[in-house]
């Protein structure tokens, strides 16, 4: 049985990720694994002798399909399915939560999934994209525990073969 039919989970080939993703396959449907690059912005454009102006937004892009199976991100991640659950790989040039939120309303997904490092108070206070993802999406947002040191269920064979 599962509680969601599909899950926008962010994916960039850490421990933590794959936690999430093989949290997410458990007990969805179908996984959407997101990879967040930031789009790369001209700074030469924006810099006027004498006036510092702001950098124009710059529109995110999500990859057409067949350019994620060869992202370095997604080596390790070649099957079309993630512990015998559908998988998609998308690239979005856009801030990790942002790009997670977009993919979530463009796929329709119940839920966005991610892992978390352990990290101090003060580190942890500060993660941008778990806060902005709370505050900023109209669905639920799973935040997956990292694997204890030493536990490498799941993470062994991680593609899912």
């Known amino acids: 049985m599962t509680d969601a039919q599909r899950a926008v989970v962010g994916f960039d080939g ?8 093989h949290y997410a396959a458990g007990h969805c449907e179908a ?7 930031p789009p790369v912005q001209d700074m030469s454009a924006a810099i006027v002798p004498g006036l510092i102006s702001p950098i124009p937004e710059i529109e995110a892009a999500v990859s057409p399909p067949s ?8 080596r390790e ?3 079309n399915s993630i512990d015998g659950t559908p998988l998609e790989r998308v690239i979005v040039n856009d801030r ?15 839920e966005i999934v991610i892992g978390t490092r352990r990290h101090g108070r ?30 490498h269920r799941g993470l062994a064979d991680r593609s899912g073969r």
Do not use: C, M, N
């Open 96 to 110: 990790p939560a942002q790009a997670l939120i977009a993919v979530a309303q463009d796929r329709h997904a119940d």
């Open 31 to 37: 996984v959407v694994a997101v990879y967040a690059e």
């Open 14 to 21: 850490s421990p933590e990720a794959w936690a999430a993703l």
């Open 67 to 74: 350019i994620p199976r060869d992202h370095r991100v997604f």
């Open 122 to 151: 003060l580190r942890a206070a500060l993660s941008s994209v778990s806060h902005d993802l709370i505050h900023d999406t109209d669905r639920p947002v799973v935040i997956v525990p990292p694997p204890k040191p030493g536990d």
């Open 77 to 79: 991640l070649q099957h």
